[in-house]
């Protein structure tokens, strides 16, 4: 500690940034080494301090702090940042990758010729930049516009500050609005909760406060109960009970209930809302009652419209394809074949080997006979590839069915575009969400017969709504439950547990080093985590021969703790892939060989929420990132690098819908907020060859008696009942008899 100075006293530093040691996403905190003017050794500043960069000149206000492992560090509180101004400190910042297109080598090139005037170069002359050999009109142009953005952000972020916003959070408004940042946000505060995402509700409101707006003003209560409602969307409603309601957007409004209830018969009346009575009165943001209304209507055109294929004996069929595929069915496999074929909308669930991939193989043979107009989709990519190994035909994702729409927004295929298909099935049903259940089925053609398989008794879908549910709940569709395990499945003993998981009975622990499914027992969450590096790393592979990272995934329900998804990735990622040389970006590490995850759809590089690919390549120099998914490279700018995490570990949710030779699943107490039986019983039928349960009997046992699906309000049923029946029209007929 420097002599004078103790820790907790405040304090200001300055000097310049030497290096990034660490950042997380967002900019939430950052450690970076300071360089002190006339001092020898490096300061250690952490804190809050988004998008600075190597060669800067910070100012920083803070407390100095003794760090148990890492000794003396300064605790940033508030610091501004200047541009460097020597030519060292210059060429630090520009090869800190702060401009696009500007690696170590140009700004090499870039400060060599222009010196300390470097930055007034790129600031009021940036076209003489065609004076360094090398740089062409368009990454020219790049570099400009980079720039640009990175004086107006700190532009933003001192506007900010006046109102208590973080440089983090004022980086995120920023990305959201660009250069109307500052004009957006004294217009209408209130937006940043509905349109930044990770800015909530109280953020948003201390601004508007200190802007002026009334704590009981029409603008603030109504963006409060918004808000609210898109949270609860969140949590899976697409709707909510008034009843309930006003209790937490009173306790987040702090306002009289009266006043909220006054400003919900406003926004219903404005149609900003929806109310309407299920149980008791609810109400709906207004595109969610759109889309439960018209999945009602779609599904009754679908019902009541004349279909392609011709009518035949459906028994006749069944039969004939048994001898065909070399099959004998079960007699609840047959009935569902037979209601496949006759029905115009039919759904089929059931577990695992109770046939649904039998039953669609057998419902895919007879249809290609009467049309070769069919199409298979799911709702992920991996469900998809999966979809198209079982019944070895084309199946693609729903986004990529409906054709993304680039720039209109939204899907190609609708209404006015129809999917041209005499049969559609969409497998892992469960997984779709009430917005695509709408885009969906707004695309399928009158004359369509539609199929649905999936496990309702999984976890329902990540996004609002419980559309299958729903849709069998409603009896207007007809629906085959499958119970019978399948006799080639019955010898499975993940098979047999899941079944026994789902029906609230303990699975059976067995001792016998050739089963297909294990339990180790573990007490500590550290433990259970050695346990898991070292069947993966070495028991598995050696016992099993799978590959440690291409045949085995490590499922945890959790993404925090030591056996959480993050702390189990970052361990397997240094046993199995370890690399002297990494890529550090937004808090991330990056190796080559790396095990990785999209975590959003990106409709333009063609990759969806779920994929799982390997790094192959990261050019340093031009700033490129590529990752082989499937066989199929894909590039990555480092400024899109928060689309990917590692994948080594991943979430139960993220991987449900897909497969793999072998799980591993941590279960332990300490997840009990996520201990329920669907959970566990999703996780363990990830497993194809075997499973393993690293954790304790009371963590199984808890999950397993916790039945309790969280109660999701949706008004699909009552929406589905209410539909007006359309009339068949004569223009049915005539697509009818013209095919």
């Not at 559609?424 to 053609?445: K, Q, Y």
């Not at 007809?478 to 119970?483: A, D, F, N, P």
């Not at 959003?600 to 998914?629: A, H």
Request: proline residues 4%; glycine residues 8%; contains cysteine.
């Amino acid at each position: 500690m420097l002599e004078g100075m103790t820790a907790g006293t405040p304090d200001q530093i300055r000097g310049s940034i030497d290096s990034v040691v660490y950042a997380q996403p967002e900019g939430n905190f950052t450690v970076a080494r300071l360089k002190e003017p006339k001092k020898k050794d490096l300061t250690i500043i952490v804190g809050a301090l988004p998008s600075v960069q190597p060669g800067e000149t910070v100012v920083c206000q803070g407390t100095w702090k003794i760090h148990p492992t890492y000794g003396r560090q300064f605790e940033v509180t508030e610091y501004t940042v200047e541009q460097p101004s020597d030519v060292m400190g210059i060429q630090k910042y520009l090869e800190s990758g702060v401009i696009k297109g500007i690696g170590p080598m140009y700004a090499e090139k870039i400060v060599a010729r222009f010196g300390a005037d470097t930055l007034e170069v790129l600031d009021k002359a940036p076209h003489r930049l065609r004076e360094i050999e090398g740089l062409g009109k368009k990454k020219i142009e790049n570099i400009k516009a980079c720039w640009k953005a990175q004086q107006s952000v700190r532009n933003v972020m001192l506007f900010l500050r006046t109102y208590g916003v973080s440089p983090g959070f004022a980086q995120k408004i920023y990305k959201a609005f660009g250069e109307e940042s500052i004009e957006k946000v004294k217009a209408n505060p209130y937006h940043l909760a509905k349109e930044v995402h990770g800015i909530g509700f109280k953020m948003a409101d201390s601004i508007a406060l200190k802007l002026g707006y009334p704590l009981q003003s029409s603008e603030r209560i109504g963006a409060g109960i918004e808000h609210v409602l898109w949270e609860l969307s969140n949590e899976g409603h697409t709707c909510y009970s008034v009843r309930e309601f006003l209790p937490l957007a009173q306790a987040m409004l702090q306002v009289d209930e009266a006043l909220i209830q006054k400003e919900i018969e406003r926004l219903v009346a404005e149609k900003v809302l929806i109310s309407d009575v299920l149980q008791e009165k609810c109400i709906w943001l207004g595109p969610f009652w759109s889309y439960e209304q018209g999945i009602a209507k779609d599904v009754q055109r679908l019902l009541t419209s004349l279909q392609a294929i011709r009518a035949i004996d459906a028994e006749k069929a069944a039969d004939w394809v048994q001898g065909q595929l070399n099959i004998q069915f079960a007699f609840q496999q047959k009935r569902a074949v037979i209601a496949a074929l006759t029905d115009k909308v039919h759904i089929i669930t059931g577990g695992p080997g109770t046939g649904k991939s039998t039953i669609t193989n057998s419902i895919l043979t007879i249809t290609s006979k009467l049309t070769d107009k069919v199409l298979l989709a799911a709702p992920t990519g991996r469900a998809a590839k999966r979809l198209s190994q079982i019944t070895r035909r084309n199946a693609l994702t729903i986004h990529a069915l409906l054709e993304m729409n680039f720039e209109a927004g939204g899907f190609k295929r609708g209404k006015e575009n129809p999917l041209d298909c005499d049969l559609i099935v969409i497998d892992e049903a469960s997984m779709i969400d009430t917005p695509l259940l709408f885009h969906l089925l707004r695309a399928i053609p009158n004359r369509a017969r539609v199929l649905f398989v999936g496990d309702i008794d999984q976890l329902p879908s990540v996004g609002p709504g419980t559309v299958l549910r729903d849709l069998i709940a409603s009896g207007l569709i007809g629906v085959t439950c499958l119970t019978e395990i399948f006799r080639q499945a019955k010898g499975s003993k993940i098979i047999t547990n899941a079944h026994k998981i789902n029906q609230g009975e303990f699975p059976e622990i067995y001792t016998d080093p050739k089963s297909d499914f294990h339990f180790i027992e573990a007490e500590v969450p550290e433990a259970i985590q050695q346990i898991i590096l070292q069947l993966v790393a070495e028991e598995i592979p050696k016992t099993w021969k799978f590959h440690p990272t291409e045949e085995i995934q490590v499922l945890s329900p959790m993404k925090r703790g030591a056996i959480g998804v993050e702390m189990l990735n970052d361990a397997l990622q240094t046993l199995l892939n370890p690399s002297s040389k990494a890529l550090l970006r937004a808090g991330k590490k990056f190796c080559t060989g790396d095990k990785v995850m999209q975590i959003k759809n990106d409709y333009d590089k063609k990759i969806y929420n779920g994929d799982i690919g390997r790094v192959t390549t990261i050019d340093l120099q031009e700033e490129l990132l590529t990752v082989d998914f499937d066989g199929r490279p894909v590039e990555y700018d480092f400024s899109e690098l928060e689309e990917l995490v590692l994948a080594y570990a991943c979430s139960i949710h993220k991987f449900q819908g897909s497969e793999c030779p072998c799980v591993v699943i941590p279960i332990h107490t300490s997840h009990f907020k996520l201990l329920q039986r669907n959970l566990l019983y999703t996780g363990v039928t990830r497993g194809k060859r075997q499973v393993y349960l690293v954790g304790t009997k009371k963590a199984i046992a808890l999950a397993i008696h916790n039945d309790q699906v969280q109660k999701r309000y949706t008004g699909l049923i009552k929406a589905l009942k209410n539909a007006p029946v359309p009339a068949i029209q004569n223009a049915l007929q005539l697509d009818f008899n013209s095919l």
